[in-house]
């Protein structure tokens, strides 16, 4: 079956502008979670939604960055303002359910470069 | 502050070597400790997991081996090939009411020919 797809899979943007990641988790997931990626480093925590609700969203950096996921399926990572700095990869996971017993399957990121 | 440590940040093998991957950590709640890999322009996939209630868990030629009274776990693969060049990342989850991973730094791994 498939797996998780993140669109685009490339982003270029300048400065200040907005801009929006697509996350298409795996059929029947209902946690999702959004990590970021930077170069040479792990992924780090972002938000994680069980069903519709963002049940944490603790490493959110700031408020310009926001995600939603209306239907409980796929999501959206919105970034306003865009930095320099939040050029990296933005990963997303999903897995079947909640808990740590759950594997989570990765997407194969979106690389976001801000000029 | 990091939450999971890694060593080292690079590693090369010859083939049919052993590759051994170091992860340490000081959170006494997390109950769940995962071995992603990596490969270029790839998002982590899943190579192998370990709950703290055993001391070792082995899958084909990766190995986990953890201490939990250290609050150390460390990945061995046996017979190292070409095709496991990639990053290795060690994470681990279970801290009270959040399920998302904490991942190390990373450990890239060429294996030479």
């Known amino acids: 079956g498939a797996g998780v797809s993140q669109t685009p899979s490339n982003k270029v943007t300048e400065k200040g502008k907005y801009v929006e990641l697509r996350c298409d988790p795996i059929?029947?997931?209902?946690?999702l979670y959004w990590y970021r990626q930077s170069l040479g480093q792990g992924p780090e925590f972002l938000i994680y939604?069980?069903?519709?609700?963002?049940?944490?969203d603790s490493g959110l950096p700031n408020d310009r960055f926001f995600a939603v996921r209306p239907e409980g399926s796929v999501s959206t990572l919105k970034i306003q303002r865009t930095e320099r700095g939040d050029s990296a990869v933005y990963l997303c996971?999903?897995?079947?359910?909640?808990?740590?017993?759950?594997?989570?399957?990765f997407g194969p990121g979106t690389r976001l470069l801000v000029l | 502050q990091q939450q999971v440590k890694q060593s080292p940040q690079s590693l090369i093998v010859q083939k049919g070597g052993i590759s051994i991957i170091n992860c340490a950590y000081e959170?006494?709640?997390?109950?769940?400790f995962p071995w992603y890999q990596q490969f270029p322009g790839k998002g982590p996939a899943l190579l192998i997991a370990?709950?703290?209630?055993?001391s070792e868990k082995k899958e084909g030629r990766f190995t986990i081996s953890f201490n939990k009274s250290a609050k150390q776990f460390s990945l061995h693969i046996m017979d190292s090939q070409p095709g496991d060049s990639a990053t290795y990342f060690c994470?681990?989850?279970?801290?009270?009411?959040?399920?998302?991973?904490?991942f190390g730094t990373g450990t890239r791994l060429t294996v030479i020919p």
């Open positions: 959170n006494t709640a997390f109950d769940y």
């Open positions: 939604f069980q069903g519709t609700g963002a049940a944490d």
């Open positions: 996971a999903s897995s079947l359910s909640s808990g740590t017993k759950e594997t989570q399957y």
């Open positions: 994470a681990a989850s279970g801290t009270t009411g959040a399920n998302n991973l904490f």
């Open positions: 370990i709950r703290p209630d055993v």
């Open positions: 059929s029947g997931h209902t946690a």
